[in-house]
């Protein structure tokens, strides 16, 4: 079996995770570590949806929440969102290689800097690899049924990743 997974994550991830996996605690068996900076928890709690993903958060003992930074010490991370710069200054301060991020700006800085970037469905991918999930089709389906917008091109990269095509 490969190695567990252990990145530092942002919101989008979290949520479209937990919107698309009826036992979110079950990544655990693909999952090591996500570490979560505080300003991705605020994300959560603030969020339209709040109540799901931060509580199944909280509950999950491989989640690991990271202190409040205050401001970024690199000034280029002052172009992204709250969270995105936390959890690309918590990767680079803590050396962890490996982000999970959705959006694309903050893929490309992570990239830039040397960071390994997996986004949700790269973690569904690995999931379904493992046999946690039964279907990607089926993942997806409960993420756009949240609201979660997917480009047709990940999702065909995702199928064809996982070969569930």
């Known amino acids: 079996m490969p190695a567990k997974l252990s990145l530092v994550i942002n919101s989008s991830p979290l949520i479209a995770l937990t919107s698309a996996l009826p036992d979110f605690q079950a990544l655990g068996q693909i999952i090591e570590r996500f570490i979560i900076p505080s300003e991705v928890l605020a994300e959560l709690s603030a969020g339209h949806l709040k109540d799901e993903t931060a509580l199944r958060v909280r509950a999950t003992e491989w989640c690991e929440v990271r202190p409040l930074r205050l401001k970024p010490s690199r000034p280029w991370l ?5 969270g995105e710069a936390s959890v690309l200054e918590t990767a680079l301060e803590e050396s962890w290689p490996i982000v999970g991020i959705d959006e694309l ?13 997996i986004g949700s469905l790269g973690i569904l991918v690995e999931a379904y690899r493992a046999g946690i999930i039964p279907s990607i089709d089926q993942a997806i389906a409960r993420m756009k049924a949240k609201g979660i917008f997917l480009s047709e091109a990940a999702i065909r990269a995702a199928r064809e990743a996982s070969g569930d095509v």
Do not use: N
């Not at 002052?78 to 709250?82: E, I, K, N, R, T």
């Not at 700006?105 to 970037?117: D, P, S, T």
């Open 78 to 82: 002052s172009s992204l969102g709250a």
């Open 105 to 117: 700006k903050g893929r490309r800085i992570a990239r830039l800097h040397g960071l390994q970037v």
